[in-house]
């Protein structure tokens, strides 16, 4: 089946620093990414959808120059918190989108945590 | 737009007893609506999914009812196992916008 790898599965980071999260479909090509961020004991919020080679399309309420996107490939997507703040800790999760499958894989979550 | 309620918020069951968890959504445009496991730090696992134009589906203990005019759509976990115990989260989807709307979640706990 689809599978979507998501790494780091967990990272600690300074104020003010960037940190960079990794999804990429290992046995499909996705033309579209999907990027979460989920909060202790809540649903999982839609922050942006990463298209293949253009502009990722951010949700309303997210900062596009904070949370950098990148999808130079069709196995691999990039989510950037830039100049990250304690209240930008949060599980961030991708899916990916498997031509052909109205079903979503997901990856495993990026517990991130701004210390 | 669409918006995705779920009930209950948390659901305790004897094992062997079973699950219901129900959900409703606001857009008569939705056709696609799958169900997702999470377990504690990992992300969410597809476990079973249906599409407008059928009103039950069925793979082992689980199944999913879907009421297009009621808007409802529903998962059923028959003979639960404490390995059952995680969140569930509904979602819908309307075909061509590619976005999931997740209903809020259930913590389920299946107690030995």
């Known amino acids: 089946g689809a599978v979507v790898s998501q790494h780091p599965s967990r990272v600690i980071c300074k104020s003010g620093t960037s940190v960079k999260i990794e999804c990429r479909s290992l046995d499909f090509q996705a033309t579209t990414m999907f990027w979460y961020r989920q909060f202790p004991k809540q649903s999982l919020m839609l922050m942006a959808t990463?298209?293949?080679?253009?502009?990722?399309?951010?949700e309303q309420g997210v900062e596009k120059d904070k949370f950098l996107i990148n999808h130079a490939s069709l196995t691999l997507s990039t989510l950037t918190v830039t100049s990250a703040h304690p209240e930008d800790s949060s599980f961030y999760i991708c899916?990916?989108?498997?031509?052909?499958?109205?079903?979503?894989?997901f990856g495993s979550g990026t517990r991130l945590t701004v210390v | 737009g669409e918006n995705v309620e779920q009930h209950p918020s948390t659901l305790s069951v004897q094992e062997g007893d079973s699950a219901v968890i129900k959900c409703t959504y606001s857009d008569s445009a939705s056709n696609y609506f799958p169900w997702y496991k999470q377990e504690l730090g990992k992300g969410p696992q597809l476990i079973i999914d249906i599409r407008s134009n059928v009103g039950e589906k069925k793979d082992q203990r689980i199944a999913v009812t879907l009421n297009k005019t009621a808007k409802h759509f529903s998962l059923h976990i028959t003979e639960t196992q404490p390995e059952d115990s995680a969140v569930y989260f509904c979602a819908a989807s309307t075909s061509g916008t590619y976005k999931y709307i997740f209903g809020t979640g259930t913590r389920l706990k299946v107690l030995a």
């Open positions: 899916s990916a989108s498997h031509r052909g499958s109205l079903g979503y894989t």
């Open positions: 990463s298209n293949e080679g253009s502009k990722a399309t951010y």
